[in-house]
Nanobody, 118 residues
Framework: QVQLVESGGGLVQPGGSLRLSCAASGNIFTINDMGWHRQAPGKERELVAAITSGGSTNYADSVKGRFTISRDKNTVYLEMNSLKPEDTAVYYC??????????????WGQGTQVTVSS
């Protein structure tokens, strides 16, 4: 069994900052890529940022220079600065996890709401 727990969402004014966390626990042998996706009302889920096991990062054009993804052991973080109303969405973490004796599989967090509004 693997569990992912997200935290850090909330309401923030435009220009503000938030830090999201996603911690994985359970029967984990290794974690490969980690990422954050978001889904706004009426829109498809989109990739926001990703980080490989080697530390290489990739960002959506809309968040480059404002968001920073990082990882530490079984946790992935998303530091969000200079937030805009268009960043409002439910944010989901996604981790590629191999359990002991198992295959590499994708796991999703439960989602955390980020609302940017004055």
């Amino acid at each position: 069994q693997v569990q992912l727990v997200e935290s850090g969402g909330g309401l923030v004014q435009p220009g503000g900052s938030l830090r999201l966390s996603c911690a994985a626990s359970g029967n984990i042998f290794t974690i490969n890529d980690m990422g954050w996706h978001r889904q706004a009302p009426g829109k498809e889920r989109e990739l926001v940022a990703a980080i490989t096991s080697g530390g290489s990062t990739n960002y959506a054009d809309s968040v480059k220079g404002r968001f920073t993804i990082s990882r530490d052991k079984n946790t992935v973080y998303l530091e969000m600065n200079s937030l805009k109303p268009e960043d409002t969405a439910v944010y989901y973490c996604n981790l590629e996890i191999r359990q002991w004796g198992g295959r590499l599989l994708p796991y999703w967090g439960q989602g955390t709401q980020v609302t940017v509004s004055s």
